[in-house]
C-alpha cells in the first residue's frame, strides 16, 4: 500500500500529529479505515457550512426510550439487506417465547437487568451487557428491572474481530465471555406455551403443550454468549489517535460494530488530535449510540441518544470541542458504533422522531 505514497504540501510528519496551526487534518479513506488513506489539510474545517439542502444530512435522534410507541415492543429505526436496528423498552415479560428464523441477533442492554431464558441454558444481563443470539434459538425474556435496548439483527453471524499482533488476550479476554450452561425453562406449570417465530419479517406462532426450552444438554460450537461493554480494553497510544476500526467488538458481513469506552487520551505534550479527525464515511454509514459519560466530541448528545452519518458527507468534532480537547486527560464515554458498508435507510419512525436541526449543530454561533 506504500509504494505508490505521495504528499505535497503543507502536511505533517505523523498523521493526527502537530497539526500546523490554523490547520485542519481531514482523513479521506477507503473500506472504514482498513483501505487506502490520505490526511488532507484544510484552511477551514470541512463541518463549517452554512447551509444543506437535499437528504444527505447528518442525523439525530434524540434519547426515545421513555416514548410511548417504545412501550414493551422494538421499532425499527434504520435498515438495509444486512443489517437493521432497533430501540426498545420491556417494562414486564413477554406473553410468549421468540424465535428468528430471518436473523442473528445482538441485544445491547442500555439500563435493566434481567434474564434471557434460551435453548441452551439462561443468560442473565444487566447494564452494558452484549448478549449475542444466533439464529433460529428459542428463547424467553424475563426481566427484574425496566430495561432499554439497543438491538441489531444481521444477516450473517456475529463474529469477533481478528487480534492479529495484539493477540488472543486483547480487547477482552477469553474468559470474559458468558457462555450459559445447560438448563430447562423455569415455567412449567402453563397450560400452553406460545413460540413467535420470525420469518420473512411476519410472525408465525406455535403452541405447545410443555415448555419448548426442554434441551437438558448441548455441545458444539454454536450457542448465545455475552460480553460487557467494561470488560472491552480499548488500543491506546499516547502518541496516535487510534482510528475507530481499532476499536472492533463484532464484525458481520458487510458491517461491524465498535464500542467506544473510558481511555486516557493523548499526551498534549506530543501534539496529538485528542478529537476524533474529520472523516466522511466514504465507504460506510456510521451509527453511534450514546450509552454513557461525557461525550466530549459531542454537543448536546444524552445518554440512549443516536446519531447517524451517511456516506459522504463530512463530520467530526462539534466547535466546543476543539476548545476543550486540551483541557482534559481522558475520556469516560461509553458508546456502541455500526458502520455499515451499504447505505442505511431510515424509517418512518425515524423521520417522527428526529432532531431534524441537528446538522446545523456544526456551524458556529
Partial sequence: MTENFHASGIYTKQAHVKIPEGMFEEEHGRKGFFGRVSQIYHQYKPTDWSDIEGNLKPRNLPPLFEEKGLQNKFIKMLYNSDVEVYLGTLTKNPESFYRNSDYDEMFFIHEGEGRMETTYGHVPFKKGDYIIMPRGTTYKTYITKPCKILKVESNSEFEEPSRGILGPNALYDQTAKFIPEAAVGSENDLKDYPVDIKHHGKVTRVTYPFNPLDAVGWKGSL???????????????????????????????????????????????????????????????????????????????????????????????????????????????FAVMIDSRNPLFMTTDFGKYENKDYWKSWMQK
Avoid at 472492533?248 to 464500542?259: E, G, K, P
Avoid at 493523548?266 to 479527525?277: A, C, D, M, Q, R
Avoid at 450509552?291 to 467530526?316: K, L, V, W
Wanted: with cysteine; net charge negative.
Fill in 223 to 333: 450457542y448465545p454468549w455475552r460480553i460487557s461493554i467494561y470488560d472491552y480494553c480499548p488500543i491506546n497510544s499516547h502518541r496516535y489517535h487510534i482510528p475507530p476500526s481499532g476499536h472492533t467488538m463484532f464484525v458481520a458481513h458487510n458491517f461491524v460494530i465498535c464500542s467506544f469506552v473510558a481511555r486516557p487520551l493523548e499526551y498534549t505534550s506530543e501534539g496529538v488530535l485528542k478529537v476524533p479527525f474529520f472523516h466522511s464515511n466514504i465507504d460506510y454509514d456510521e451509527i453511534l449510540f450514546y450509552h454513557q459519560g461525557n461525550f466530549f466530541s459531542r454537543d448536546n448528545i444524552d445518554a440512549g441518544a443516536i446519531t447517524f452519518h451517511p456516506q459522504g458527507i463530512h463530520h467530526g468534532p462539534h466547535p466546543k470541542a476543539f476548545l476543550k480537547a486540551n483541557e482534559n486527560e481522558f475520556t469516560d464515554e
